[in-house]
């Protein structure tokens, strides 16, 4: 291979992973807790989109369970998130553990 050859298929492996960037940005993932009680959207970066709470659980004696609920589902969903980027990079990258590109989503 020529160094030429190494430059365009390096650029061209760029120009793949910013796309599959731009795409996780528009995928989404749901969390849950409490059995779907409070349910936890974010997209393929990882970001929180909404937060989605059953009338049942607004209530003031239950504060503290529903805030547990919401960290829960936020995990999961998050979690979500990270396992979504891992394997759209695995994609990408055929499976490879490349250094650096392994640890970009969590």
Do not use: C, H, Y
């Amino acid at each position: 291979m020529d160094m030429s050859s190494i430059m365009q298929q390096a650029q061209q492996f760029q120009q793949n992973m910013a796309r599959i960037q731009d795409e996780l940005a528009l995928k989404k993932v749901t969390g849950s807790a409490g059995g779907g009680m409070v349910t936890v959207t974010a997209n393929g970066k990882s970001e929180i989109l909404s937060v989605v709470i059953e009338r049942a659980m607004i209530v003031e004696k239950e504060a503290e369970m529903l805030q547990d609920l919401i960290v829960a589902a936020s995990n999961d969903a998050l979690r979500k998130a990270r396992e979504l980027g891992k394997a759209e990079m695995g994609k990408l990258t055929g499976g490879l553990n490349l250094p650096g590109l392994s640890n970009m989503f969590g």
